[in-house]
């Protein structure tokens, strides 16, 4: 896998520790700290981030709990958590590409998110989601390597992915729009919200980047981004 090399691998045992709480807690070591900068202001491959869907508030999650229907795969839902490690995801490039780490992601550019903590790729493909039968949208494949339905495109205003902008995720083989409608799961995941794709752009689709450890264009560096309270009312 690509992004699990070198200092990055370093992060990813982290996670899958349960040594996350560095992140969440804002103890990383003062060498990682973000400084406000114009390069810091996008998203690079490689990164380590959290995605907000702003209509309802929720953060993009997984989770090894599979659907009971549709294809049976890796549940992808949304939190209100801020602190869930289950919300992190690594931005790679599209299946069979590359994305050098550190290069900023650009708008259209097709990209994996691979979650963290399972290693399997967000998907999507033309089973039903189960409460809202919209598209269904999964976490699919074995240690970051999966198909070429895990791929994304990143709609976005300018010429890269602004990590202060609220973007769209369309699915690069059905064209659905990675979205939120708001409907509700019960046990055993009871509370978390319904992610799914559909055709319909519209408010329920828009994304922003919220926590995270993003890769300095240019060099392997890591620098961490810890925005949790200016973030938490929209």
């Known amino acids: 896998m690509e992004c699990f090399g070198n200092s990055l691998a370093v992060l990813v045992l982290f996670f899958r520790s349960g040594l996350w709480m560095t992140l969440s807690g804002f103890s990383l070591n003062s060498a990682w700290k973000a400084e406000a900068s114009e390069e810091l202001s996008v998203v690079t491959c490689g ?3 959290k995605l907000l869907n702003i209509r309802h508030n929720v953060r993009l999650h997984s989770h ?26 690594i931005v790679r490039g599209r299946n069979n590409g590359v994305c050098q780490r550190g290069t900023p992601v650009k708008c259209g550019q097709a990209i994996r998110l691979t979650h963290v903590n399972t290693g399997r790729n967000l998907h999507s493909h033309h089973f039903s989601s189960p409460l809202s039968s919209n598209q269904e949208v999964s ?8 198909d070429s339905l895990d791929d994304w495109i990143i709609i976005c ?13 369309k699915h690069a083989a ?16 009871s509370g978390q919200r319904e992610v799914h794709a559909m055709l319909q752009a519209g408010q329920h ?3 922003k980047v919220m926590e995270g450890v993003f890769m300095k264009p240019g060099n392997s560096e890591i620098h961490s981004s810890t925005v949790v309270q200016s973030h938490t009312e929209l």
Request: no cysteine; proline share 1%.
């Open 47 to 49: 990164s380590v981030l």
């Open 157 to 169: 205003g300018g010429t890269e992915w602004k990590r202060e902008e609220a973007v769209r995720l």
């Open 205 to 207: 689709n828009y994304w």
């Open 139 to 146: 976490a699919f494949g074995e240690e970051g390597e999966g």
């Open 64 to 89: 090894d709990v599979r659907y009971g229907s549709g294809s049976g795969q890796q549940s992808v839902t949304g939190v209100t958590s801020v602190e869930d490690s289950n919300s992190y995801w």
């Open 174 to 189: 059905t064209d659905g729009l990675l979205s939120v409608t708001g409907e509700q799961y019960g046990r055993p995941i």
